[in-house]
T-cell receptor
Framework: GAVVSQHPSWVICKSGTSVKIECRSL??????MFWYRQFPKQSLMLMAT?????????EQGVEKDKFLINHASLTLSTLTVTSAHPEDSSFYIC???????????FGEGSWLTVV | EDKVVQSPLSLVVHEGDTVTLNCSYE??????LLWYKQEKKAPTFLFML????IEKKSGRLSSILDKKELFSILNITATQTGDSAVYLC??????????FGAGTRLTVKP
């Protein structure tokens, strides 16, 4: 299947700093990428849908100024957690929709710990 | 309101048993239904279903979609301990919307 690479796989940062997570589709073009957050033993919570070349669509309750999403090319989307706080510590996962065929593949996820 | 409901939420079986996981949905302009298996990290793709009545099969796993009754089932036959995971159902709809169910946590005991 198609490969989605997410980087970094884990990151520890200090409270108040910003962290960027990258999501790349390695062998296909992805017009649409999705960003999720997952708390332990819970399902994925969709944060936002990003479309290449346009502004991301955020789910209700997700602060767009805190979670900046950029989808600058057909193979790369980034999520920047700005002014991170300990409550932002979580598992963040991206997924990418194959432009032809519509199947959606997930990245490996990124563990963020804010200390 | 658009929603995806999975049942049961958790299930404990013994090796060799057959299990059926359910996913029902209510969305506008349905596009596809996807099944994923999630163990420790990110979900891995199992099946994508777009048409009613066509069974998708991969080894001991199979799935089918009923667009009239708005549900899908995921069957696992001859379960093994390695099948223990959370199974997620997701529905894509409208132009770009996607919604996940809460997942079914399957535990297979030896």
């Amino acid at each position: 299947g198609a490969v989605v690479s997410q980087h970094p796989s884990w990151v520890i940062c200090k409270s108040g700093t910003s962290v960027k997570i990258e999501c790349r589709s390695l062998d296909f073009q992805a017009t649409t990428m999705f960003w999720y957050r997952q708390f332990p033993k819970q399902s994925l919570m969709l944060m936002a849908t990003s479309n290449e070349g346009s502004k991301a669509t955020y789910e209700q309750g997700v602060e767009k100024d805190k979670f900046l999403i950029n989808h600058a090319s057909l193979t790369l989307s980034t999520l920047t957690v700005t002014s991170a706080h300990p409550e932002d510590s979580s598992f963040y996962i991206c997924s990418a929709r194959v432009t032809v065929g519509n199947t959606i593949y997930f990245g490996e996820g990124s563990w963020l710990t804010v200390v | 309101e658009d929603k995806v409901v999975q049942s049961p939420l958790s299930l404990v079986v013994h090796e060799g048993d057959t299990v059926t996981l359910n996913c029902s949905y209510e969305v506008t302009n349905f596009r596809s239904l996807l099944w994923y298996k999630q163990e420790k990290k990110a979900p891995t793709f199992l099946f994508m279903l777009t048409s009613s009545g066509i069974e998708k099969k991969s080894g001991r796993l199979s799935s089918i979609l009923d667009k009239k009754e708005l549900f899908s089932i995921l069957n696992i036959t001859a379960t093994q301990t390695g099948d223990s995971a959370v199974y997620l159902c997701a529905v894509t709809y409208n132009n770009n919307d996607m919604r996940f169910g809460a997942g079914t946590r399957l535990t297979v005991k030896p």
